[in-house]
């Protein structure tokens, strides 16, 4: 749904300020200016919102010392590229023009592949006597593949996992949107020496995405919200692909 505001389109999540985190699906407030709980990736066209916690916990799953430290970055204003850039076995980024590294993206959550990287179980076609279900198609999406991560359970009727649509906020009391519980809050945000101390305690050697928490991310920020950060919201930004 659509709605006219001085002649630009905004959706009810941008309206309301009001964002599904990509990866645990809860809704939370991307205001910046009132306690944001969800920030979005820095990449064009990307669009995805996370909640700093969910976001740190899939870039770093097997260091809760990093995760956590990245987890108040993002909430403390750092940008961020999100995991749908970067292949989860190889952690390489797409390339179009290979068709082996074109990706299969998940739609229910951060989780792509080189195609070259596509583990078996996520197959292009059904295997009866395995009982595997088909959990990859191609020619939906241009150049990519689509796939339900091995996250999702297919059910057998509908062969797509249950349906699991946008949440739209509650428009009669958009305060009442389900909290995140992991999400930090205004009080756990750190200051912005906090916040350089933490990021210089970051070892970007061991970092997957290295750029993403040196020290020369680090950018002058004067003011919680900076504008950088909020380059949007414009329509279909919110990268929500309807069933
Ligand atoms: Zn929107
Ligand atoms: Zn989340
Ligand atoms: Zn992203
Ligand atoms: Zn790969
Ligand atoms: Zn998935």
Sequence with gaps: MVIQEKGLYFCENCK?????CFACGLLGSSNLTAGPEVFQCKEQKCGHFYHPGCVAKILYPDNKAKATCFEQCVAGGLEF???????KRCKEAENKHDKEMQFAVCRRCPTVYHR?????????????????????WDGILPDQILIYCRKHEIQEELGTPKRDHIVFPDVRNPGAAERHRGAPQRHDIPDEDELLDRLASCNPS????????GRSRVKPIDSFAPKHLFPRPHPGSCGWLDD
């Excluded at 990287?117 to 292009?124: A, E, G, T, V, W």
């Excluded at 061991?206 to 928490?213: G, H, I, R, V």
């Design 116 to 136: 070259k990287c596509l583990p078996r179980d996520i197959s292009l076609i059904e295997d009866e006597e395995e009982a595997t279900p088909q959990r990859a």
């Design 16 to 20: 309301h300020k009001q964002h599904q």
């Design 206 to 213: 061991q970092s997957p995405q290295p750029a993403e928490t």
């Design 81 to 87: 590229s999100c995991p749908v850039h970067k292949c």
